[in-house]
């Protein structure tokens, strides 16, 4: 069965189509990566799977794991192990980082049936999970992606992700900005994520990070459409050639 | 002159709040000195007034007529509960004053190993001091305070706070002012006087905090006076577990090179009102008056504030945020007057308010009046709801709304205590306030 299953998903924002019939299926165990131009709707997409309010879907289905992703709230998809990486990670003043992620770990933990970490039991469990992933876990100390640089916004994202474990993981270009070493460390979170069971949706505009994350399938979206699919030799095929020759060739 | 006219004019309300005063009415009055010259001062200024109504713009927002329905009687308190106390304080080392309605309780006060050159002492046995009574209500201008002369009418017990010149206090000072009336509504008058002498430093802390019971009216004068170079952390924690009142007044002098920095937090039930008026009366002075709220239930918060720069090359700082829940209201109303001489001032004012329910309501009122060409001011107000970003982005992590809502709250709130420059107050205020909205939240305030 698979993970992810889109079927003609069709939403707007603020009255306007965005996403016009979307199909996709993921199967566990893999990755696809989603490429397009700039306003193609690829963020659009991100937020309806993670359930942004604003973004309403007006057609089709999303079947996710064998429940209907469309009908739970943003939280519950999230601790059904649905993870987004947000292209613009979001600054909450006041709120340390580990405080956050206790709050989210705990949830998770809560809706699973499992107990839930105190203050020092979830130091060092997020301890270990940053040294496993050779990551710094100083950012956790601060208020969350306040008077973060990108880079360690995306860095931050990518910690999140190791430690919550999705199933289904969401990136929104997470590479873009990242200097070489920097976008290392957010392709080695990723690898370290794969699994037989797990499946990612990585969305990017630069075959860059498609070396160190090798995608089962490549998308290319435009005009709120799957336009093309294809192995990872299409992601080399669009930055070869750019978007034009396959857009005129869908037309 | 104590005006017989007036007297028999004075509205229910405050002819029965004056017969609880020392010495009752002014036929009777057996006490002599300096004490009793300054009630009779008071009591003029109140008499001539009157309570303030809304028709006077600086009580525009605020109104005391729920205060006139209630039959007060004087301070008496006996049958409070200390332990409830406890839990509604900050965990502080400190030395310790307590009042209970006003009155020094020297029982639960812990004073021991003050330094040398520290006196913390009951108001009156400081009245033979020139220095103390030269300075009681030199400060405030009663005839434009009414609350202050309601205060000084008052005048009987609080506390002298005094640091000799060049000396500091090891730990903060807390003044607990506790407020309590088991079946009759109960007003009191606490009075504190705070004077640091050159190059002096400490830390005051002030809880005031209403018990349940029947309703407490704490009508609070803080003057505080600093010589030049002197250091004051002055915070200020307030907290009614019911639907009384707690109106302050408090005056700030600060001389060359002074540095101040206030904070109040005011957390409780009923109706708040602080009235603050900082005099900027030297050069290089540092003044800060921040503050946070927390308007729940019915609440009313208001933080009226007066900074004056007299002298040129000072510096204000002044942050209030508030949240405010429920059916509560929260105003601000900030004046700041740059004097002609007050050359190369800098002032900066901002008042935030998060709104969490349809029927809370703030006002903001800033007022600057600038008489001097060279000085920096800004000022600013926000009004909003929580971020819907923010919202989403921990809810994408797994956080339910509710959850969501209040982590957002909690961090608004505490991001304002960052203003506190005395690390351990600070330390002690995060953790109280996190305790504190516990109960809050369970009981569904996001
Ligand atoms: N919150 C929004 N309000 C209005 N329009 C939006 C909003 N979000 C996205 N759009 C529009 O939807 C289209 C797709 O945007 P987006 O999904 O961000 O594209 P991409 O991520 O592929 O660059 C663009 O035309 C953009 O202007
Ligand atoms: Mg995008």
Redesign the pocket.
């Known amino acids: 069965m698979a993970l992810l299953e889109i079927r003609d998903l069709h939403a707007e924002v603020d009255g306007k189509e965005i996403l016009k019939g979307i199909n996709l299926t993921v199967e566990p165990g893999e990755v696809h990566a989603i490429m397009g131009p700039?306003g193609s709707g690829?963020?659009t997409l991100s937020y309806v799977l993670a359930g942004r309010d604003g973004y309403e879907v007006t057609g089709g289905e999303v079947i996710y794991d064998g429940k209907n992703l469309l009908d739970l709230a943003p939280e519950e998809r999230a601790c059904e192990g649905v993870f987004l990486a947000f292209?613009y990670p979001v600054e909450i003043p006041g709120v340390a980082g580990t405080t956050f992620l206790r709050h989210s770990v705990n949830a998770k933990r809560k809706y699973q049936g499992e107990a839930e970490f105190d203050a020092m039991e979830f130091v060092k469990f997020v301890r270990g999970k940053a040294k496993d992933l050779n990551m710094p876990d100083d950012m956790l100390k601060r208020a969350v992606n306040v008077g973060f640089s990108g880079g360690e916004k995306k860095r931050n994202e990518t910690l999140q992700m190791a430690v919550l474990e999705p199933k289904l993981a969401i990136l929104?270009?997470t590479d873009s900005g990242l200097d070489i070493d920097a976008l290392k460390l957010v392709a080695d979170g990723v690898n370290a994520l794969r699994a037989p069971e797990r499946a990612m949706l990585v969305?990017t505009h630069y075959q860059r990070l498609l070396d160190y994350v090798v995608p089962d399938k490549v998308h290319v979206l435009a005009n709120g459409r799957i336009i093309k699919s294809g192995d990872k030799s299409l992601a080399l095929e669009l930055e070869e050639h750019g978007y034009a020759h396959i857009l005129e060739a869908a037309a | 002159m104590s005006g017989n006219v007036q007297e028999q004019t004075l509205e229910p309300v405050l002819e029965r709040l004056l017969d609880a005063a020392p010495g009752g009415r002014p036929a009777d009055e057996g006490a002599r000195g300096p004490l009793a010259a300054l009630r009779a001062e008071g009591r003029r200024a109140i008499a001539a007034a009157g309570l303030p109504t809304q028709k006077s713009e600086p009580w525009k927002y605020t109104s005391l007529n729920a205060l006139r329905k209630v039959e007060w009687s004087g301070p008496a308190g006996d049958g409070a509960d200390f332990d409830t106390v406890k839990s509604a304080l900050p965990v502080l080392d400190a030395y310790t004053v307590v009042l209970l309605n006003g009155r020094f309780d020297s029982v639960l006060s812990d004073l021991n190993g003050l330094p040398k050159g520290v006196r913390v002492l009951p108001l009156p046995e400081a009245m033979s001091d020139s220095a103390v009574t030269d300075t009681l209500a030199s400060l405030i201008p009663l005839d434009m305070a009414p609350m202050a002369a309601l205060n000084t009418a008052h005048l009987d017990d609080g506390v002298l706070v005094r640091i000799d010149a060049g000396k500091a206090l090891d730990k903060p000072l807390h003044i607990v002012s506790v407020g309590y009336a088991g079946s009759a509504p109960a007003a009191y008058h606490p009075r504190f006087l705070i004077q640091l002498d050159e190059n002096a430093e400490a830390t005051v802390i002030e809880s005031h905090i209403g018990l349940k019971g029947a309703p407490t009216f704490s009508n609070t004068v803080t003057e505080v006076v600093l010589a030049p170079s002197a250091r004051l952390g002055h915070y200020k924690l307030q907290d009614q577990a019911v639907d009384g009142f707690d109106l302050s007044t408090t005056a700030i002098r600060c001389s060359d090179k002074s540095v101040y920095d206030g904070f109040t937090l005011s957390l409780g039930l009923g109706t708040v009102r602080n009235d603050v008026r900082m005099t900027l009366d030297g050069e290089h002075v540092e003044g800060r008056l921040n503050g946070a709220y927390l308007g729940h239930g019915g609440s009313h918060v208001d933080n009226t504030t007066f900074i004056d720069h007299a002298k040129p090359n000072s510096t204000s700082r002044e942050v209030f945020k508030g949240v405010l829940a429920d059916e509560s209201r929260g105003v601000f109303q900030g004046k700041i007057l740059v004097r002609p001489d007050a050359q190369n001032t800098d002032g900066h004012q901002l008042n935030k308010s998060l709104l969490l329910s349809d029927k809370a309501e703030a006002d903001s009122k800033p007022e600057l009046e600038i008489y001097a060409d060279d000085v920096r001011c800004s000022h600013g107000a926000t009004i909003g709801a929580l971020d819907d970003e923010q919202l989403f982005y921990l809810r994408a992590r797994g956080i339910d709304a509710v959850t969501a809502r209040a982590i957002l709250v909690q961090a608004f709130l505490m991001e304002a205590l960052d203003e506190i420059q005395k690390a351990s107050v600070r330390d002690a205020l995060h953790e109280h306030l996190a305790a504190r909205l516990q109960p809050l939240f369970k009981g569904g305030l996001v």
Do not use: F, L, V
Request: no cysteine.
């Open positions: 700039n690829k963020s292209q929104d270009e969305i």
